[in-house]
């Protein structure tokens, strides 16, 4: 992941966290809600606050999906390609060792066949 990937990440969990925040005083308000006008005025406020930080994590949320996601399905995919490409090559290398193993083992018997 970049920079900027583990940088959206790190603002999307913050929004999370306030967003969570949010909706806890909110819940906290209303439990305690009383009659007075100021407290109306303390409500909308928090639902204020509430929608806004919703709006933002939305935009995260958003921003994540479509940049961060997909970018990391590229790496993966990448990684993946690589990978094949690894096995591919072992996979050669190991029929080439196999085939000196039995090159070896055809000279040593006719190295001893001509000494004997």
Do not use: W
Request: with cysteine; proline share 1%; charged share 30%.
């Amino acid at each position: 992941m970049s920079d900027d990937d583990c940088s959206l990440m790190d603002d999307l969990r913050v929004g999370v966290s306030q967003f969570e925040a949010n909706v806890a005083a909110l819940a906290q308000v209303l439990e305690g809600y009383a009659t007075e006008v100021t407290e109306f005025q303390h409500l909308d406020d928090d639902i204020r606050r509430l929608e806004t930080t919703s709006r933002l994590l939305c935009g995260s949320v958003e921003k994540a999906t479509q940049i961060v996601v997909p970018g990391m399905l590229a790496d993966i995919e990448a990684k993946n390609q690589q990978l094949d490409q690894l096995c591919l090559a072992s996979r050669n290398c190991e029929a080439t060792v196999k085939a000196q193993r039995e090159k070896i083992s055809q000279l040593e018997t006719e190295l001893k066949a001509v000494r004997e």
